[in-house]
């Protein structure tokens, strides 16, 4: 069975939707919001161990009317 990806990532900023088309895969999501001159994240360990980097993903359920958050 084939999959097919697309070919942009769409999220939200702070409420705000950003789409990528042309993602570098080396870049991390520290280093997109540093760019964009969000600053209040910071680097922790580096490594994925102690949390800092945590990011909450949402999906919104149409039959709640509401967003479910998973982090």
């Known amino acids: 069975m084939a999959?097919?990806?697309?070919?942009?990532i769409v999220f939200y900023?702070?409420?705000e939707r950003e789409t990528l088309?042309?993602?570098d895969l080396d870049e991390t999501l520290l280093e997109y919001l540093r760019g964009r001159g969000?600053?209040?994240?910071k680097l922790g360990c580096g490594e994925g161990g102690c949390g800092a980097c945590?990011?909450?993903v949402s999906n919104?359920?149409?039959?709640?009317s509401q967003p479910v958050h998973y982090t």
Do not use: A, K, P, W
């Open 54 to 56: 945590t990011v909450m």
């Open 38 to 41: 969000l600053t209040g994240t």
């Open 13 to 15: 900023v702070n409420g």
């Open 21 to 23: 088309s042309d993602v």
């Open 60 to 64: 919104y359920d149409v039959d709640r």
């Open 3 to 8: 999959t097919e990806f697309g070919t942009s």
